[in-house]
T-cell receptor, first 108, second 114 residues
Framework: EDQVTQSPEALRLQEGESSSLNCSYT??????LFWYRQDPGKGPEFLFT???AGEEKEKERLKATLTKKESFLHITAPKPEDSATYLC?????????FGTGTLLAVQP | NAGVTQTPKFQVLKTGQSMTLQCAQD?????MSWYRQDPGMGLRLIHY???????DQGEVPNGYNVSRSTTEDFPLRLLSAAPSQTSVYFCASSYSSGDQNIQYFGAGTRLSVL
């Protein structure tokens, strides 16, 4: 059964304290590995898509990386506005399997 | 562009009632999908469409119907609401172009079934 697992469930950081979120997947063939950000009361917002092991993408303080079995979302020197739930998903563009997310809180 | 618009934002139903959740997109995307989000479960795919007139079931389709008569609209119908359908529902539209595969989500409909 295809499965996407995220860890940790929750993470509290001090402003400027870098860390990484993990997404491991057990799937039958890699189509795409997606990262989203979700703020309370809102829909998920697209961040990155990764396709090949070794691929990396960056956006501001975020960098996503991909291996054959997992993906990491690295957050460098986070700010309070980075606080959100980060969702990982695998699949095709319109048909995704989501993990349960990591709730990130960045304290000033 | 408004993006993906979902209505209503909130809804309370009694068990057995029917209703339609509306979803409209103005980006001319081929693909549209419906997900539900429950605590501790993540988002789960209900139904999806790859174009007007074409729909298919996702992971949790029971109790829901969809149709796609136009590119812009993808309504989700609850035929006879049950308390287990209490959830937050998200509609998404997407396109695929080269290595760009992006889904845009609406703001969600929060549904309570009593």
């Amino acid at each position: 059964e295809d499965q996407v697992t995220q860890s940790p469930e929750a993470l509290r950081l001090q402003e400027g304290e870098s860390s990484s979120l993990n997404c491991s997947y057990t799937v039958s063939g890699l189509r795409g590995l997606f990262w989203y950000r979700q703020d309370p009361g809102k829909g998920p917002e697209f961040l990155f898509t990764l396709y090949s092991a070794g691929e990396e993408k960056e956006k501001e303080r975020l960098k996503a990386t991909l291996t054959k079995k997992e993906s990491f979302l690295h957050i460098t020197a986070p700010k309070p506005e980075d606080s959100a739930t980060y969702l990982c998903a695998w699949g095709a563009t319109n048909k995704l399997i989501f993990g349960t997310g990591t709730l990130l809180a960045v304290q000033p | 562009n408004a993006g993906v618009t979902q209505t209503p934002k909130f809804q309370v139903l009694k068990t057995g009632q029917s209703m339609t959740l509306q979803c409209a997109q103005d980006m001319n995307h081929e693909y549209m999908s419906w997900y539900r989000q429950d605590p501790g479960m993540g988002l789960r795919l209900i139904h999806y469409s790859v174009g007007a007139g074409i729909t298919d079931q996702g992971e949790v389709p029971n109790g829901y119907n969809v149709s796609r008569s136009t590119t812009e609209d993808f309504p989700l119908r609850l035929l006879s609401a049950a308390p287990s359908q209490t959830s937050v529902y998200f509609c998404a539209s997407s396109y695929s172009s080269g290595d760009q595969n992006i889904q845009y989500f609406g703001a969600g409909t929060r549904l309570s079934v009593l």
